[in-house]
């Protein structure tokens, strides 16, 4: 038994790092189920080292537990991922808009034509 929620705890453990890791990337904050996920990758080592909780009815019941609540976590998450692309792909476009913007503006308003090269670049030759 004692492997089984080893096993579990670092599964928990890495789930949490790489969750927390992507979310603070992506300016989405730690979700309340990441940190749940990391205390109880915590409690499962503890619960799994030797000691009295080894192969007591905590230990065989907290590895359903730390599954159900990876998965419940990872719902979660690609629940949050969704909404952070819908929101980036809903403002591409003034994205798009004011880049060009800042690159027409950067140049002095001298636009490149469209086969890609510049017009003042050919003037010199």
């Not at 969750?19 to 989405?28: D, H, N, Q, T, V």
């Not at 998965?71 to 798009?96: C, F, I, M, N």
Request: aromatic share 6%; hydrophobic share 50%; no cysteine.
């Amino acid at each position: 038994m004692t492997p089984l929620v080893l096993v579990t705890a670092l599964f928990l453990g890495s789930a949490a790092f790489f969750k927390a890791r992507a979310g603070s990337r992506l300016g989405m904050g730690i979700s309340i189920f990441v940190a749940l996920e990391g205390l109880g990758s915590i409690v499962l080592v503890l619960v799994g080292l030797p000691g009295p909780l080894v192969g007591s009815a905590i230990a065989r019941a907290a590895v359903p537990a730390a599954v159900l609540l990876l998965v419940v976590s990872s719902l979660d998450h690609a629940r949050r991922l969704k909404s952070v692309r819908e929101r980036r792909e809903a403002t591409e476009g003034g994205r798009l808009a004011a880049y060009v913007k800042y690159e027409s503006e950067a140049h002095g308003g001298d636009l490149r034509s469209e086969s890609g090269t510049d017009p003042s670049w050919s003037r010199h030759f």
